[in-house]
Nanobody, 128 residues
Framework: HVQLVESGGGSVQAGGSLRLSCAASGYTYNSNCMGWFRQAPGKEREGVARIYTGAGSTYYADSVKGRFTISQDNAENTVYLQMNSLKPEDTAMYYC??????????????????????WGQGTQVTVS
């Protein structure tokens, strides 16, 4: 069965860095839109970054551009989120999500959480 397992969260001071990992198993990794989302208490889940695994195309929310980098290791079926220059407002539970899709869908609709089929359990990031 499909599994997405996140790791790498933790507590860090403002200006610090963390790298999140999302290991995927149980399905064909290629031709998927893999997204990182976050949700802070009392707020809606928001898209942070996503990657189309077939082409390596990446997309970012304006709030993290220049600070976060999404990447992948196809051999390991793993997506990473490198987070630098972290701010207290980055504090949230971070989730990995996946959907088998086209590049067009990932570009056009992949920012919205409702389109994803599979979700990980989340990993907490706290910036103080």
């Amino acid at each position: 069965h499909v599994q997405l397992v996140e790791s790498g969260g933790g507590s860090v001071q403002a200006g610090g860095s963390l790298r999140l990992s999302c290991a995927a198993s149980g399905y064909t990794y290629n031709s998927n839109c893999m997204g990182w989302f976050r949700q802070a208490p009392g707020k809606e889940r928001e898209g942070v970054a996503r990657i189309y695994t077939g082409a390596g195309s990446t997309y970012y929310a304006d709030s993290v551009k220049g600070r976060f980098t999404i990447s992948q290791d196809n051999a390991e079926n793993t997506v990473y989120l490198q987070m630098n220059s972290l701010k207290p407002e980055d504090t949230a539970m971070y989730y990995c999500a996946a959907r088998r899709s086209t590049l067009f869908w990932c570009n056009d609709a992949g920012h919205a959480s409702k389109g994803y089929n599979y979700w990980g359990q989340g990993t907490q990031v706290t910036v103080s």
